[in-house]
């Protein structure tokens, strides 16, 4: 699955594109100036790079978060 961000000023179309999850995206959050953080109906959380949008952490439980 894909997210997007976007900026609530001057943007017409998104910040950025991530890539990686399976499943829905359920929540994000913009953890620090540089990292991402999302979470996933795949039972993932993944931190991105902001600047990048590559996934550099991936943590993975057997149950719902």
């Known amino acids: ?3 997007c961000v976007f900026c ?3 943007q017409v179309g998104p910040m ?3 890539e990686g999850h ?3 995206v359920s929540a994000v959050i ?3 100036r540089d990292a991402i ?3 996933s109906w795949d039972h993932s959380i993944r931190t991105w ?3 990048t949008n590559i996934n550099t952490e991936t ?3 057997n149950h719902d978060l």
């Open 49 to 51: 790079d902001a600047e």
């Open 59 to 61: 943590l993975v439980w």
């Open 8 to 10: 609530c000023y001057n």
């Open 30 to 32: 913009w953890s620090e």
């Open 16 to 18: 950025a594109t991530f």
């Open 22 to 24: 399976t499943q829905c």
């Open 37 to 39: 953080v999302s979470a």
């Open 1 to 3: 699955k894909i997210f």
